[in-house]
């Protein structure tokens, strides 16, 4: 087991080594924009997919809506360039609106970059299965557990720690920009040159869902398709969050990136929006509505856009199309990757500040926040198996979380430039004006984009983080809460503790054999007051026996027998001590508990049943310890052994 | 939860009630022989389904199929009422063979009639779902789902106790005989009035598998059919395992309601199969291969043949027909429920002899044995889920099992008739020679039939069942090993124990509160002769404010840090007990850890998680004992008052 885990998971680092694992810009870019630069695989999809519901009627508008898509990237990249100067410890727009905004506020982000970053997972991992399954058509009926085998992959890779995971995904990543870029400057030449492109499905009708598209159901589409557009926008605050993974000097190293990051989306995203009007993409959220559709609409799918593109420049046969469809897929696993730096440690600020579980601030072997990083990987494997890697059904769930934490970290930001105003003088002043006026009309666009999202994509699943936001925001209230009230209980009092008057010793008992003799010596070394070895008489023959062998070895330890109509030993010997506790309020009870230790997983359940119940119940007695005594049976000796000698760098420290 | 077990499972019952519980045989009729009438709701089904393989040629030589399956069941009852008396105290076929054959062959028969156990919960429940969906259509696309909640169901009332549920079924099996009675005299009377009944699927053709049937393959389809009908044999043991159950004088009270049950299963089976031809039932494994099936034959399903017969003669929309429906579903659910009483009773045998985990011994509220029971329940819900609930495909692995125990336990018998000769007189010796003969002609035709069964059924499923029973022997034989080595090593010696010279106690701390100065005072009370306070330096500040707290509050006790590189503190405490342990060998170290104890489950995720593999790892250590030092928490206590006050039978009993 452990050299499994050693194996997988690599030697364990020392804390000093933290430092070591800092990143140079060329593998922060495809660690940290990843994720936003792999939104360009379905945003154009999710765009065409809304304006699809008219038919062929609506498709010429894209551009459009891409282009107000483009504008309010431009904005976001711009706003979040000024997050990273100014707070560049890497909490991101949590950090932003807890410094500005205050305590609750604070926590909404957190839970809505908590539902962020799950649904980061959730939607990048099927979005690269559904690129995956456009190559390898043959592969569609097992998606769903490719997308699990997927996120099972990345929760190994990310418990081996940050850098290695780094370096194996740099090259994938500039692959995809390169093949992407490649695609759109073709197929742009081709236009040019008066051959455009032609995709496959160019020759296909949609059946439109809806046919009267007039008035207020026109702007209302229009405005939905504006927000599925908004998926391009997704992951764009992750370098704000990992700016301390940055090398010296950190702000500046990931405001650059961050630069390049806008700079390359938005020519990835326009060209493929650009280019799926020319090679006329058709594409229906069910295939079914696809007049023309080759294949069984029920048991196959459709290509994605990337795909349908790659095939009409360089044709599905080519090896660039494969290339292309490898770099997409690639990608977007490195996009996944994004969320499984950022939630741990995100969980892990938000665990040392006691809103979450202590555990996710343990960091684990290898530096990585382990708990977190499993916490994660499980949440999204449900969800894909929930809504059976459906990209269109999850995607419902995504823009929304997004465009909360980045409407409040705006307005913190605003804040923040309030605040840096008070002293100012003169150019500086003027200067952070303009700071203002940048986060500013951020604010109000993605505000604005927000209350159209909340609108537009209600019914169609967003509903479920509207529920899941608050929930998350009172669990971590509630974890809050009671660590506080824990703690305040807990705080020393002068005279508060008393030393108990009398010690007295009760030693369970089944049957007469060496562990319960162990256990009668070892209570009688710690010399308490009384000393009483206590069975239940569940049976009365068994009993009988015990008496007799009692009376046999000449045990000096008298031998109390209760009585159990109910043929259970919790009950009455919880009761009996109960009545000791009661003859001597101040006097201490010490429980011995004689149990076996095994050395194979198995043998547990063969053993230490009916006392488990018994020790779980003492608990809630005050004034009574239980003390376990270990009987170590032989097949428990290989089990130390082994575990002695694959013990985590036990050679390497020595014994201090 | 009390309240809710106690609502559901009635009050517990003391030990000395169990002789209350006796059955008289009108209700033990409905009990015990439930599981071989209801037998007849398949039996033909399943020899029609093999026949149908060769299209519609073969249906004709069903009666004869028949025939041989009716000339064995009278056989097997004639044998098992020699069982019956020979052994009245319930051991059944188990007890028969340990006695005779010795212990390898009684462990086979072990396994083979828990795995039969297992398997008529899941094939009866199937069946029973199938008959419910028979008059229900609508129901078919839930009927998996419908199939585990009738198990949980069964699961809650077996854990009630045994009368009650027998009470709860038996007018619904005597429903049963009459209604299906009545079916087959209706029929057979419009039959020789001219006028017989036609089913609905008499008009449909089968697609043949196979179409050529001649010689060899001929004669091992019609032992495959033969093969089918043997399930109209299943649950005939089921009354010699249940004798003790019966009112006094039991095995003649058993041995006649075994007779009742021959006849009226053989009434039933040869009934329903010759108005199966009558009417001209067809069925098809797969509904696809029936030309004609009026409805999609993906997504729904053919009716039972049962179902096609009552139709027949009554009317698909008649209150008969539902009536019919009604009882051959409640008879199988009753059929499911004999395995609830079997099952348990054989997992407690062989508990107590050590072959099965003690806690199958244990008796629990309501007399049950509780935890065989929700063993049996799950691994038939694990069936049933993994063979969707296909009752043809469930039956493959029924009757290997149930063939294995009636072969062995009728040579079993052979060999007890063998031993009574020895000594025997006159008329007495030519009775038990006549009673020799039955069983003898018993063994040789089940042998017969397991030979045929292993041959025809092998590639069907039956496989899983030859691999399944050598496993259970093996993990019987392994569990028996286990226990008897556990017992020879834990046999006292003289000299063996000697009392510890020293005693170091050592307190795990954390923090300095309220719980870290509770353990210092109980530990101190135990008079140890050293005392520590031991903490890991997992983070420099943390344990830095530890070390001024301590000096603050002037705690008497010394602090030893150890050091912990890899931020765990399971390594550092270990390795600082070891140094003690080796410095005095014949020491004892008492290690307090202080433990918080909350009233809420989910409290319990957000403490004491660092310790517990601490504590889990101090088992392997000899010479150490854990103390947990309990802190309850305010929370605890509405939990302390809430199980006194539901506790089970507090009040009537006292405190004695």
């Not at 119940?617 to 428990?636: D, Y």
Request: glycine share 8%; charged share 15%.
């Amino acid at each position: 087991m452990n050299l499994v885990k050693r194996l997988l998971l690599g030697r364990p680092l020392r804390s000093d080594r933290v430092a070591e694992t800092l990143l140079p810009k060329r593998i922060a870019l495809p660690i940290f924009a990843s994720d936003a630069l792999s939104s360009v695989t379905y945003a154009t999809q999710e765009v065409l997919l809304v304006l699809s519901i008219g038919g062929l009627a609506l498709l010429h508008l894209a551009p459009w809506v891409a282009l107000a898509v483009v504008v309010l990237l431009a904005v976001v990249v711009a706003s979040y360039r000024q997050v990273v100067h100014a707070y560049p410890s890497g909490g991101g727009s949590y950090e932003v609106v807890v410094r500005n905004l205050g305590r609750n506020p604070s926590l909404v982000v957190a839970a809505a970059l908590m539902v962020d970053y799950v649904m980061t997972v959730a939607v990048s991992v099927a979005a690269g299965v559904d690129n995956i399954v456009s190559a390898l058509p043959q592969l569609y009926p097992h998606r769903v557990w490719l997308a699990i085998a997927v996120i099972v992959l990345l929760i190994a890779l990310n418990l081996r720690g940050a850098r290695e995971s780094g370096r194996a995904f740099a090259v994938p990543t500039y692959l995809f920009i390169a093949a992407l870029g490649l695609t759109i400057v073709v197929g742009l030449t081709q236009f040019a040159a008066g051959h455009p492109p032609v995709a496959e499905s160019a020759g296909w009708t949609i059946r439109p869902e809806q046919v009267d598209i007039t008035g207020v159901a026109f702007v209302f589409l229009l405005l939905r398709a504006f927000s599925s557009g908004c998926t391009a926008l997704t992951g764009v605050e992750a370098i704000s969050n990992g700016v301390p993974a940055f090398q010296r000097p950190k702000a500046v190293n990931a405001g650059r990136t961050l630069v390049i990051m806008g700079v390359l989306a938005i020519f990835l995203f326009s060209g493929v929006t650009a280019l799926s009007v020319i090679a006329q993409v058709r594409v229906a959220a069910n295939p079914c509505d696809l007049i023309g559709f080759p294949t069984d609409c029920h048991s196959t799918g459709q290509r994605t856009v990337i795909a349908q593109l790659a095939g009409a420049v360089f044709g599905l046969d080519s090896a660039l199309f494969f290339v292309v469809q490898a770099g997409a897929a690639l990608i977007l696993l490195l996009a996944a990757n994004t969320a499984f730096n950022g939630f741990p440690t995100l969980a892990s600020l938000l665990a040392q500040r006691r809103y979450l579980p202590r555990q996710l601030h343990t960091r684990g072997d290898r530096l990585a926040h382990s708990n977190g990083i499993i916490l994660l990987g499980l949440v999204a494997i449900a969800l894909i198996a929930a809504f059976e890697g459906s990209v269109t059904a999850l995607i419902q769930l995504y823009i929304l979380g997004v465009f909360t934490s980045f409407t409040l970290s705006q307005i913190g930001m605003v804040r923040h430039w309030n605040h840096e105003l008070t002293g100012a003088r003169g150019a500086q002043r003027r200067r952070i004006h303009g700071h203002r006026l940048i986060n500013a009309v951020g604010a109000v666009l993605t505000a604005t984009v927000l209350v159209v999202v909340l609108a537009t994509k209600f019914t169609h699943g967003a509903y479920l983080v509207v529920i899941a936001i608050p929930v998350l925001y009172g669990i971590m209230r509630g974890i809050h809460r009671h660590y506080r009230e824990v703690r305040r209980e807990l705080e020393p009092e002068r005279g508060d503790v008393v030393l108990p008057s009398r010690v007295h010793a009760v030693v369970l008992v089944s049957t007469l054999h060496k562990p319960t003799l162990r256990a009668l010596a070892f209570a009688r070394a710690n010399r308490p007051d009384t000393l009483t070895a206590l069975t239940a008489n569940v049976d009365e023959g068994d009993t009988q026996v015990l008496r007799r062998e009692w009376e046999r070895h000449g045990i000096e330890v008298p031998l109390k027998v209760v009585e159990s109509p109910y043929r259970e030993i919790t009950r009455p010997v919880i009761d009996y001590i109960k009545r000791i506790r009661r003859a001597g309020p101040r006097d201490l009870v010490c429980v011995y508990v004689p149990e076996y230790v095994v050395g194979r997983w198995w043998e547990n359940l063969l053993h230490n049943q009916s006392s488990l119940r018994l020790v779980w119940r003492l608990r809630f007695e005050p004034g009574v310890l239980v003390v376990s005594v270990p009987w170590q049976l032989v097949s428990s000796h290989h089990q130390r052994i082994d575990r002695a000698d694959h013990a985590p760098g036990r050679t390497r420290r020595g014994l201090g």
